[in-house]
DNA sequence: TATCGGATTAAACGCATGTTTTAAACAATT
DNA sequence: AATTGTTTAAAACATGCGTTTAATCCGATA
């Protein structure tokens, strides 16, 4: 059947096109010129453009979780070593290795300016990944700890996570190109990341680190 | 003069406008609606859509570094106390407080989408910025310090506090409103992000912490 | 083979946009 | 009071958009 194969080629154009101009920039010519059919496909197969968008964001978001998923644990596995496999995961899906730029960059329109396929986005995926977060790090925590120290906790997590991609253009102008490609890999990145965590939160010597940075303090002696 | 005044109500609304809608969302039309002017003042007074754009986002910036400047500080100023200010100064930049929060939108949706007006934003305010943290963080860090480290910790800073204003609405989603009110106030986001920084760099003893979190450690002892 | 229904196409519609044009209003100067 | 240069105003222009229409294609079915 060529149906299918329509509906998706116009499924992938349309994540491409919405990706990189938006929603209202991205036209509906434009992404029927790139999938090799009819303007009128779209409403056709969708309806309209703003349906076609919402299949577009879900779409994304299946296929990034398929390309980077979480590691199966079991209840031994350390609270340490499932945060590390969080950050890189979340890193992972954050700078689409693997996978193509424009799923994530589409999910990341959707955080930045919600629009009604948001609520699937946060439901499906956002609301879940975040509290496995958050379990992890009540792992680590004192019980008494309030909940909303856990949150700002998750938050720095994510947060760090969140910036290499969003800010992508920006680095490019503030960090000498060599060294991003070198220093500022998935790995090395989510390494580094996740040392800052355990370290706030005392499950990290300072002899692990990769770096360590804290031989020294500013107001008193040396080590 | 009313010359100067039609300027500027082009200036203030274009700014509210672009940082709602974005350039190319944004119309000429709704533009002068909300400055009360007519449609032909832009293309007298700015030549054209993107000059008032360029113009707006400069406009937004210099409000933006008035309205939370950083403080000045002398030779014998503490690092931490730097750092915790840089924060807390970065974070009111990010909120908008004071200030009308259209100024931030603006330049946010610039460093997300670069356009012509982001390479002014980066000469004239992120460069600076960013190596006064730079700076600050190689006073907490051993000289030997490699230069993507002192960077990796710098992002870690800036990561932190760009997101919670870039993920506002998912956050109102994600975590209760009252939380958020109470909890997540400029002085308590910095106050958090500073800690997890100085601990991190081992600038700061458990004791310290506004909420010692550190209190156990999974896998071995304790300090 | 004739027919039927889903899939595809080209063309057109109505609308909103950025920009330009042309004229009017205004203030300052002679 | 007349004139000049600057600012405002309304209308029109060309363009590109999402969507719809009506005709055509084409393979499965009888």
Redesign the interface.
């Known amino acids: 059947m060529t149906t299918d194969s329509t509906r998706e080629r116009i499924l992938q154009a349309a994540g491409e096109q919405f990706a990189t101009d938006?929603f209202?920039?991205a036209t509906i010519r434009a992404i029927c010129r790139k999938a090799g059919v009819n303007i009128a496909a779209v409403n056709y197969y969708f309806g309209d453009k703003e349906r076609l968008y919402i299949e577009a964001v879900k779409h994304a978001r299946r296929l990034r979780e398929k390309q980077a998923p979480l590691p199966t644990w079991t209840s031994s596995t350390?609270?340490?070593k499932k945060l590390r496999e969080f950050v890189l995961t979340l890193l992972r899906r954050m700078l689409c290795e693997p996978g193509d730029p424009w799923q994530t960059r589409l999910i990341?329109r959707e955080?930045?300016?919600?629009t009604k396929a948001?609520e699937e986005l946060?439901q499906e995926a956002?609301?879940p990944f975040?509290q496995i977060l958050v379990d992890i790090l009540r792992?680590?925590?004192?019980a008494t700890?309030?909940?909303?120290?856990v949150?700002?906790?998750a938050?720095?997590v994510?947060?760090?996570?969140?910036?290499?991609r969003?800010?992508e253009?920006?680095?490019t102008?503030?960090?000498d190109q060599e060294?991003l490609r070198?220093?500022?890999t998935v790995e090395k990145?989510s390494e580094?990341?996740s040392?800052?965590?355990l370290?706030?939160?005392?499950?990290l010597?300072?002899s692990s680190l990769s770096?360590?940075?804290?031989?020294?303090?500013?107001?008193d002696e040396t080590a």
């Open positions: 938006g209202a920039q350390p609270a340490e990341i955080i930045m300016e919600p948001c946060v956002f609301r975040f792992e680590m925590m004192p700890t309030p909940l909303y120290t949150h700002h906790w938050l720095s994510i947060g760090q996570c969140f910036y290499y969003a800010n253009k920006i680095l102008m503030l960090i060294e070198q220093q500022f990145l580094h990341i040392d800052v965590i370290r706030g939160l005392g499950h010597s300072s770096h360590p940075v804290a031989t020294l303090r500013s107001n």
